[in-house]
């Protein structure tokens, strides 16, 4: 096949696949047909507090370093990614850098997960501009390198309804040291 074609083509199957993929993500990971509120409901009556709603009271203003375009699309959400996270073994108090980069117009709630599914820590809703720099996990983690952990973000409308947006689910290496 002339490699005129073939280039063209190929980046026509590179995007189909992208979005095909991006599309299963979201009917997987928030389009199940309500479980999301029934985790609500759930979180309510562990807790008291509605944290679909609730901001996080520990988030700050946010002064790290942040990759992001200089442009803002209103269109997007940006998203951080991590590769890996270094976490202290034997502690639920960690020291971390998540954030919600100021161009966003959303609201994030964060959750991280290992790669089994279960919850060590969420966040409540995290404005934009504002960061958590400290986060009290749920359990404590033995040293070793956890892999296919998951940093799950849910975008939240910033209207009286919190209208959930598309999310997002990073997967990352947990590296607990001792």
Do not use: H
């Not at 509605?50 to 269109?75: H, I, M, Y």
């Not at 089994?116 to 070793?144: C, N």
């Amino acid at each position: 096949m002339d490699k005129k074609i073939k280039t063209p083509l190929l980046l026509l199957l590179a995007v189909i696949l992208v979005g095909g993929g991006i599309l299963i993500g979201i009917r997987i990971g928030g389009a199940d047909g309500g479980s999301a509120d029934k985790m609500v409901e759930s979180e309510q009556a562990s807790t008291g507090t509605d944290t679909a709603t609730d901001l996080d009271e520990n988030a700050v203003a946010w002064t790290g370093e942040q990759e992001v375009s200089v442009e803002k699309n209103e269109d997007t959400i940006d998203i951080p990614g991590y590769g890996s996270i270094t976490l202290k073994a034997g502690e639920t108090e960690q020291s971390v850098n998540f954030y919600n980069p100021e161009q966003n117009t959303c609201y994030f709630r964060m959750t991280l997960l290992l790669s089994d599914g279960t919850q060590l820590w969420q966040s409540g809703l995290i404005e934009p501009g504002q960061g958590l720099y400290e986060i009290t996990l749920e359990q404590t983690l033995e040293a070793g390198e956890y892999e296919e952990a998951v940093l799950k973000y849910e975008c939240f409308a910033m209207d009286d309804d919190r209208t959930p947006l598309n999310g997002s689910e990073i997967k990352l290496t947990l590296n607990v040291m001792e």
